[in-house]
Nanobody
Framework: QVQLIESAGGLVQPGGSLRLSCAVS????????VAWFRQAPGKEREFVAA????????LYVNSVKGRFTISRDSVKNMVYLQMTTLKTEDTGAYYC????????????????????WGQGTQVTVSS
């Protein structure tokens, strides 16, 4: 089993930056693909970014390309989402997700591809 715990959400002004963290515990070494999803109030959960171990393939939703960066520290068993130039539409609950699978690109953005989920952390972008 793998456990995921997110931290470091909060309130930030438009144009600001924030880094989300996700601590991976349990069988962390078995995790091959990690991702971040988000859910805005009244909307469905949306894919944000994913990272595949090995070739370090990344995938981003178009709306965050050039602004968000997903990374992983396998020594510390941490996954990060660096968010810059934040917009009000980035507001939502952010969830860390993981799977032991080496996902192909077409599967990296699908929630059903991931076996493990964190509890979520709230990000609010507002002036």
């Amino acid at each position: 089993q793998v456990q995921l715990i997110e931290s470091a959400g909060g309130l930030v002004q438009p144009g600001g930056s924030l880094r989300l963290s996700c601590a991976v515990s349990g069988r962390a070494s078995s995790v091959n693909t990690v991702a971040w999803f988000r859910q805005a109030p009244g909307k469905e959960r949306e894919f944000v970014a994913a990272l595949r171990r090995g070739d370090r393939k990344t995938l981003y939703v178009n709306s965050v390309k050039g602004r968000f960066t997903i990374s992983r520290d396998s020594v510390k068993n941490m996954v990060y989402l660096q968010m810059t130039t934040l917009k009000t539409e980035d507001t939502g609950a952010y969830y860390c997700a993981a799977t032991s699978g080496n996902l192909i690109q077409s599967s990296m953005g699908r929630a059903e591809s991931y076996d493990y989920w964190g509890q979520g952390t709230q990000v609010t972008v507002s002036s």
